[in-house]
């Protein structure tokens, strides 16, 4: 078997489970709208201007801000993982990568980074 | 596999960790000490650091190392190429100092300085994956300096620049992975296989890659986004891209060429880009004829500029490798240098890269005027400068080397370009009565010293033969 | 065939006539203020030992003769080593010994005639300081041993002369003469740099020797066109038809600037490229087709021209022009001896003309207008004498140097098969007559002129007429500087401008044709119809016309009694043609300042469409970027880029699929 061939597998699958729960309930379900079926419930306030409303730049850097630590979160995965393997090398390594954000974060935080102006 | 890392490797990247380290202490440094010295703090900072950096690079010069089972590889080629990466980065963080805002100083130098270490990191890099490592370090950095001006087209210079660099890298990705299908490896050193020679992967996804290398080097039908993003970014930034991009990009290409291509397929391979290069020489030059904004003009001229560059490559001569970073070392200085001019005449609003304030400037300061000259008719390539000299050795190694079609391009491309050149010159010598003087930037002495230290070494270069005879055989 | 130039060695001497008047123009420069008059002699004595030291290190340079495969003698010193086939030297042989002599020896005599002359001027020491520059940047030209070497010499000569010609920079029109010649000369270095890129794209080195041995591996369009390009530089230094007209207007500077920088050295360096390529242009005969023409016509133009002006310098100026004509007529057909003989004797005769000259204008105060002089004769004898010997020189009468040289020149067009250009020859000699010794005529013979209203002489602009600048008439007739330092030079120079032509006396045996032996090649060449003694007559002949012409309009008695009526007649019924010079500044205006905007407008446009307009840039953008960042999208602009660099994309992934294709 061609060695890409779990990849090629793995790929099928996740979209294939991807349009199954996308398309599945509206095929499996019922469907009769009504007026207070349709109305926000629970998660969420009535919207109150056109949906592709123009957000404040003040959101995306925030969320920029949240996705490095998301991507320092994954990072860890991996380190976890292996931890055993690399020993002190990659407890040094992954040091390195914490204090270089947190620096970052230091900057980002006196410079008023995460005040909402 | 393992991999076996020694303190050998890790000291192969002092220079760049110096250099990275160099910008978080920029960055604690603005934190921590107080408002009025911040300025201050961040140059002397970086200066040190980029001269201690120097320093340490400067001692592998004749060693010949590949750290981390050949991703980066330390030597006289790599060396020179840290150099000129490191000459571009002073040069633009002392522009910087001299004319950027009190509070972004720390912010816009730190990212200076990564982003050299990313040109450096392209300077060394072995492999693929060092070298896509390298790009986007440089680049993203890149991004955000571009949007570090107070004006709507900085903003439309940094998205520009974003989508259209994200583009080109993912052909370049591509590319990478077709090769790395071919040779079954990352290291540029497998890809001489000479069985790959017949293989279509190598063929299709060399063709990517070296897209994406043009697209960085800004070759004409991949260039449309530099003189937008040139003409938007604040000026010193624009100073650094235009030398460290091109400098880390050459060096990647020039590794490619020189070490990575399987025996007897450089000609039909780079062929391409050899073409791409003779349309550049012209094209550029003849984009340089209608602009109104010097940050503008010189992103034509860069155009032009790599394409001499890369017909001194064209041959894969010994020689020719000698020359084209002889050349790269003398546009260095020159570009930074014409940079250094405008910045000391500009103001908050940047009117320095407007042409229009050229005119008469030999009335207000015969001083820049006559250095803005000398960096002119460098760019020009007359003599008594590096630019004279360097279009010169070009030309007798890309002729010698069978293309002589490029040398041709290269004497009509400089001969177009000398009416744009010579419109500044003109310019600045006119009699203008309505010159109007506005304030001076209080660190303009800065701007003065990098400008002078230019000049100097524009000149200099000439009678300094490039002596760098260890550069090739450590190129791998 | 390998060229070898010179004998390599040491030669301190040769070092030292080099960098003497760069050091002389550094000390002056620096401690003018305390020189004061001092500037002048040190001036003098620096290119005065330059001149000794070039004779001794020439003597040197024949002694240690090895023989074995030197084509020249002379001395070789080699200076930096640079790259492979990029060595930079000096190199005294017998053509570039022949410019040296004549830089510094006459430039010795014109430095002293200049203490005189610029005696009260304000900035006498930066006078001195300009001249040794020129000196410097003019021997670094005809000394160097390579083609860069020469350009840069090129380069600076064409600076030392435009801060000369704008000596006087309070006129206005000194400075814009200046600008007008500099920017002419800078088209001519461009010219050469181009031909070095071409030499060095062929050869791979700039020295002579190594480009001398392998023309002969050069394609015939190839070399063609690297003369084509050195001779623009040429044309343009040696103010050749149509790139002249700086050189009239040159002459607002400092008569002895006009002499040593505009007469005898620095305009003859086109002349001195010609013959130093020789061996480029004797392997390629449309190009001395082209040499010999540009030559012929600036010969003839000029001393048309010559006849039409009235301001003594400017006649001069035209004279030197249509000289200079012949020389490059010379050198271009490859008569190389009679054009370099002519840039020999022409140094003497024209220095001589231009210091004469010098005297009248100093001695009326500046009055440059030849209208307004008359009847100098009795009252300025020295000067008389001075310019009748430099006027029989320049006519070829038989004995003076001139008749030998131009000769030689006239006789050589014919010998190496261009009649067409001999005619001409013959012609502007006859024309040349006529209008120097109009000059003597109106400016020595009659009566004096000076107080007699100006426009009753026709002359429209009396405003205009003396250029007389502000510095120099300021300190007028205060105190003088003692008179033989001005009639000295002037005297030692009638010397050569007599006899230095005897030097070529006795055809091939002559001590001239000996000593360029080897210089130049020498093709056998078929004999003319006409003989060489029988060109002397018909030029003879042609010269007694123009004397006759001249003798009958200005000096018989019954036009000397009406002169002023003569005159006026003369200026007012001057053909609009003559007195623009041919239109030729119109032309370059419109030909290179025009279209050079529009060549930039048409194509700059469309290299550089500007896809994004400033109107997108200044509306949404400040506002919320967030905006524009979509709409950029939409409106096709970050999209326009993207297409553009997709077509590279697909260009590229053809032609690689094509060749991997092909691999199978």
Not at chain 2, 111 to 118: F, I, K, N, P, T
Request: with cysteine; proline share 4%.
């Amino acid at each position: 078997m061609n060695p890409y061939g779990p990849v090629a597998i793995y790929l099928c699958v996740a979209l294939a489970a991807a349009l199954l729960f996308t398309f599945l309930p509206g095929l499996l379900g019922r469907a009769k709208p009504n007026p207070q079926k349709q109305e926000a419930y629970e998660c969420g306030v009535e919207p109150t201007s056109a949906v592709h409303g123009r957000f404040p730049v003040r959101f995306y850097l925030i969320a920029m801000l949240f996705v490095i630590f998301d991507v320092e979160a994954a990072s860890f995965y991996p380190w976890a993982v292996q931890m055993h393997a690399l020993r002190v090398f990659g407890l040094v390594e992954m040091i390195v990568f914490v204090i270089v954000l947190a620096i970052g974060y230091a900057y980002v935080w006196k410079k008023g980074g995460f005040q909402w102006r | 596999m393992t991999v076996n890392v020694t303190s050998a490797d890790w000291y192969a990247l002092a220079p760049i960790s110096i250099v990275a380290i160099t910008a978080l202490v920029v960055l604690l440094a603005d934190l921590f000490a107080p408002k009025h010295v911040n300025r201050y703090l961040a140059i002397v900072l970086a200066v040190l650091g980029i001269v201690v950096a120097a320093t340490d690079c400067k001692a592998a010069y004749a060693h010949d190392f590949a750290a981390f089972g050949g991703a980066f590889i330390v030597g006289g080629f790599s060396v020179v190429f840290q150099e000129i990466i490191l000459i571009a980065a002073l040069g633009s963080v002392v522009l910087y100092g001299a004319i950027g805002k009190d509070d972004r100083i720390a912010g816009a130098i730190a990212l200076m300085l990564w982003s050299a270490c990313g040109a450096m990191l392209m300077a060394g890099a072995g492999s693929l994956m060092t070298i896509f490592l390298g790009i986007e370090l440089l680049s993203l950095a890149l991004y955000c300096l571009c949007g570090l001006a107070d004006r709507p087209t900085a903003r439309e210079a940094a998205f520009k620049y974003l989508i259209l660099s994200s583009v080109a890298s993912g052909f370049m990705l591509y590319g990478m992975a077709m090769l790395f299908g071919a040779s079954g490896s990352v290291a540029l050193a497998d890809l001489t296989n000479p069985v790959l020679a017949s293989n279509p992967l190598l063929w299709i996804g060399g063709g990517l890659f070296l897209v994406g290398i043009s697209f960085k080097l800004s070759l004409v039908p991949f260039h449309a986004w530099s003189p937008d993003v040139y003409e938007g970014a604040p000026l010193p930034v624009t100073a650094f891209m235009s030398v460290a991009t091109k400098a880390g990009t050459l060096a990647v290409f020039a590794r490619f060429v020189y070490a990575a291509m399987p025996s007897g397929v450089a000609d039909r391979l780079l062929l391409p880009i050899w073409i791409v290069a003779g349309i550049s020489m012209i094209a550029g030059n003849v984009g340089m004829l209608a602009q109104h904004d010097l940050k503008r003009l010189l992103a034509y001229s860069g155009i032009a500029q790599i394409g001499y560059m890369l017909a001194a490559l064209a041959g894969g001569t010994a020689l020719g490798m000698r020359y084209a970073i002889f050349y790269l070392a003398a546009y260095t200085f020159m570009n930074l240098g014409a940079f250094a001019i405008a910045a000391l005449i500009s103001d908050d609003a940047e009117q320095g890269s407007r042409l229009a304030n050229y005119r008469g400037l030999a009335q207000k300061s015969p001083a820049a005027a006559a250095l803005m000259t000398v960096f002119l008719l460098a760019l020009a390539g007359l003599p008594p400068t590096a630019g004279f000299l360097g279009k010169i050795l070009i030309l007798s190694t890309t002729a010698s080397a069978g293309y002589v079609w490029l040398g041709i391009a290269l004497i009509v491309g400089t001969a177009i370009s000398l009416y744009a050149y010579a419109k500044i010159i003109r310019a600045m010598y006119q009699r203008d009565e309505h010159a109007h003087t506005h304030a001076a930037h209080p660190f303009v002495p800065l701007a003065w010293a990098s400008a002078i230290v230019c000049c100097v070494a524009v000149v200099v270069l000439t009678f300094v033969p490039p002596a760098l005879r260890d550069v090739l055989p450590l190129v791998r | 065939m390998h060229y070898q130039m010179g004998n390599s060695g040491s030669y301190p001497l040769l070092l030292l006539l080099w960098l003497l008047p760069l050091a002389g123009a550094i000390v002056i420069w620096a401690f003018g203020p305390q020189l004061k008059r001092l500037a002048g002699a040190l001036g003098s004595a620096v290119v005065g030992a330059s001149f000794v030291a070039t004779l001794l290190s020439w003597h040197d340079g024949t002694q240690s003769v090895a023989g074995a495969g030197a084509n020249l003698v002379g001395a070789h010193q080699a200076l930096v080593s640079w790259l492979p086939g990029f060595d930079f030297g000096l190199l005294l042989d017998p053509l570039s010994l022949l410019w040296v002599c004549i830089i510094t020896g006459v430039g010795f005599l014109i430095h002293v005639y200049s203490i005189g002359y610029m005696y009260d001027d304000k900035a006498f020491a930066r006078f001195f300081a300009f001249l040794n520059f020129f000196v410097f940047a003019m021997l670094t030209l005809v000394l160097s041993d390579n083609f860069v070497g020469l350009l840069v010499g090129w380069g600076l000569v064409g600076l030392a002369s435009y801060f000369l010609i704008g000596f006087w920079f309070e006129k206005p029109s000194a400075v814009a003469a200046a600008r007008k010649a500099f920017v002419i000369n800078v088209a001519g270095d461009v010219g050469i740099m181009f031909a070095i890129f071409m030499i060095v794209a062929s050869v791979h080195s700039i020295a002579f020797g190594d480009v001398f041995g392998n023309v002969g591996s050069l394609s015939t369009p190839w070399l063609l066109a690297i003369c084509i390009c050195l001779f623009i530089g040429a044309a343009a230094k040696s103010a050749q038809v149509p790139l002249h007209t700086w050189l009239p207007d040159a002459m607002e500077g400092p008569t002895p600037v006009s002499a040593l920088i505009h007469a005898a050295t620095m305009v003859t360096a086109g002349v001195y490229l010609v013959a130093r390529c020789a061996p480029l242009w004797s392997q390629n005969a449309d190009a001395q087709l082209l040499v010999g023409i540009i030559g012929g016509i600036t010969a003839l133009a000029g001393a048309i021209l010559g006849c039409a002006q009235w301001d003594i310098k400017r006649i001069l100026a035209y004279s030197t022009m249509s000289q200079i004509g012949y020389m490059i007529m010379g050198v271009g057909v490859g008569a190389y001896e009679g054009g370099v003989a002519h840039f020999f004797t022409h140094a003497f005769f024209k220095a001589q003309l231009f210091l004469g000259s010098g005297l009248i204008i100093h001695a009326l105060a500046n009055e440059q207008d030849v209208r307004r002089m008359g009847g100098l004769m009795k009252k300025l004898p020295f000067a008389f004498v001075a310019m009748l010997v430099g006027v029989l020189a320049i006519c070829g009468i038989p004995g003076f140097s001139g008749s030998f040289s131009k000769d030689a020149v006239i006789y050589g067009t014919l010998q190496h098969g261009h009649p067409i250009l001999y005619a001409i020859g013959i012609l502007t000699a006859g024309l040349t007559a006529y209008y120097m010794f109009r000059l003597l005529f109106v400016t020595f013979f009659g009566s004096y002129r000076g107080d007699v209203d100006p426009s009753d002489l026709g002359i429209r602009h009396p405003e205009l007429a003396g250029t007389a600048h502000a510095a120099h008439d300021d300190h007028h007739g205060e105190h003088h500087a003692p008179a033989w330092l001005m009639n000295v030079p002037v005297g030692i120079l009638i010397v050569p401008s007599i006899f230095a032509g005897w030097l070529l006396f006795g055809g091939e045996h002559s001590p001239w044709a000996q000593f360029f032996a080897q210089q130049f090649p020498h093709p056998t060449l078929p004999t003319p119809a006409i003989s060489e003694l029988t060109t002397t007559l018909i030029v003879l002949a042609c010269v007694a016309v123009g004397i006759g012409v001249a003798y009958a309009r200005y000096a018989t008695a019954a036009a000397q009694a009406d002169a002023v009526e003569r005159l006026r007649g003369e200026s007012v019924r001057m053909p609009a043609l003559l007195t623009n010079a041919f239109y030729f500044d119109a032309a370059l205006d419109l030909l290179f300042v025009r279209t050079s905007q529009l060549f930039g407008t048409i194509f700059g446009r469309l290299i550089d469409p500007q896809i994004i307009d400033g109107a997108v840039r200044e509306t949404a953008f400040s506002a919320q970027w967030l905006g524009t960042l979509v709409r950029s999208f939409q409106t096709g602009l970050v999209r326009a880029y993207a297409f553009v660099l997709v077509i590279g994309v697909a260009c590229f992934l053809v032609y690689y699929a094509v060749i991997s294709g092909g691999l199978h």
